[in-house]
């Protein structure tokens, strides 16, 4: 039998609210399975870059990520909200430590190549050490992984938090039951955005298909459902989609199904 | 037997020159001991301050910390400078893993009362987790620490990297012949500053009280000197003091020694 392994994606609406930060990171920390911490921090980023002068560019909700642009991010995702976290946890009693994809080469990518779009400073993923993790987690030691990777050649690269979550919540299929939870700051998929209890509680594929042609699954929510559901078909034994709540209540959110 | 144990702290002149930065990251990798690096970032955070409008302030060449300037603080050390070097160490293969005293309460302080001056967010260090560096170790990670520490109750606080890394130096010698580098701008101490022939190669406490009397040793090398005696009073085996050749080269910097 496989131990569980609980891995949590928390958005930058969670991050950027001071009060909803702290109920999230007490939470978390009461979790007693083993777990994992995945966050970015765009918004937090983008005030930086505007207090410096270096106009945020953003397409399809992905960042344009230019040398100066870079650096803001590094500061921002690895040193101000990351350290903040650690900080917040470790007085809860959770011996966490703090990670970028640099860091004991946990994340290798490769710049994205120039098509279109010259996306700048992006990385894909192409291989997460596993073995890091496990002697981490051998350890007790809570990985809160900011979403940052490099490509072993000294440069260090942006990368989606959505994407580093699901890649790292597979290949820690083949050892961990892994459940995967996205924290957003909605409840989940609504059928109609402006009505809660519109809620779906579980949602298949097929009916994502639906949702999106009706344009109800709209903008940055495709990506990130579609991705869960390839890491679904690709071993991760659960996926919830809700808000801060997610970590403590399953009912009130969605839950990702196969059929 | 004690194993040895190489700690280096390397000065912000060091890391805001991106050619001395490279060569120095390069040397240290290639250092085959176990070995720990600690850093601060001082003229970085200004310069990031600066640009935000927040004046930097420093009395003594300690740094007023209030609440903005630990936000850049806690960007610059933990999040610009520090994975910049991690992944530039990366690159020459070292298993290399960014820290700050927050990650896994590697460094509790308290924050300094208020005497004559409020030094803001300024930690005084209480205790260092000596178990979560070994456990590093025994993994053949080598931590790199940049000068954050906090207090145990979700408090980021400012530290000074030089006391960080001899009280470090210090606490490690109970299990290792610790050998304690501080690689600056200079070659070490010099009789005159304007002649790099002058370097005195060794320099015992007699021969530097003379030289702070003369005024030759002056500004912030003085609580520097006067804490490398204090550790290795303390069992601190080797201290040496000199510029970023001092990794490779132990005979043009200077050694201190207790008689």
Do not use: W
């Not at 642009?69 to 959770?94: R, W």
């Not at 490769?110 to 996306?119: A, Q």
């Amino acid at each position: 039998m496989k131990n569980n392994l609980i891995i949590i994606k928390v958005g930058g609406g969670i991050l950027n609210d001071n009060r909803l930060f702290k109920i999230f990171l007490e939470n978390f920390s009461k979790i007693k399975e083993t777990k994992i911490l995945i966050h970015g921090g765009g918004i937090i980023a983008s005030n930086y870059m505007t207090r410096l002068g270096i106009p945020p560019k953003l397409i399809n909700g992905r960042r344009i990520t230019d040398e100066k642009t870079l650096d803001v991010v590094i500061m921002s995702y690895a040193g101000l909200i990351n350290k903040k976290i650690i900080s917040v946890l470790q007085k809860f009693k959770c011996k966490s430590l703090g990670l970028s994809g640099v860091d004991c080469n946990l994340i290798r990518a490769k710049r994205r190549e120039v098509k279109e779009i010259d996306f700048g400073f992006v990385g894909d993923i192409q291989e997460i050490n596993t073995d890091f993790i496990e002697e981490l987690i051998k350890l007790n030691i809570t990985p809160v992984i900011c979403s940052l990777s490099h490509d072993g050649n000294g440069q260090i690269l942006n990368t989606n938090a959505d994407t580093i979550a699901s890649k790292i919540a597979v290949d820690l299929s083949k050892k961990y039951d892994v459940t995967l939870k996205y924290c957003l700051e909605t409840d989940g998929v609504l059928t109609d955005k402006y009505n809660p209890k519109s809620l779906k509680k579980t949602i298949n594929f097929k009916e994502y298909k639906v949702l999106v042609k009706q344009n109800i699954i709209t903008d940055g929510m495709i990506p990130k459902i579609e991705n869960c559901f390839i890491a679904m078909k690709k071993g991760v034994k659960n996926i919830f989609i809700g808000n801060h709540n997610i970590i403590k209540n399953e009912n009130d959110c969605t839950k990702l199904t196969i059929e």
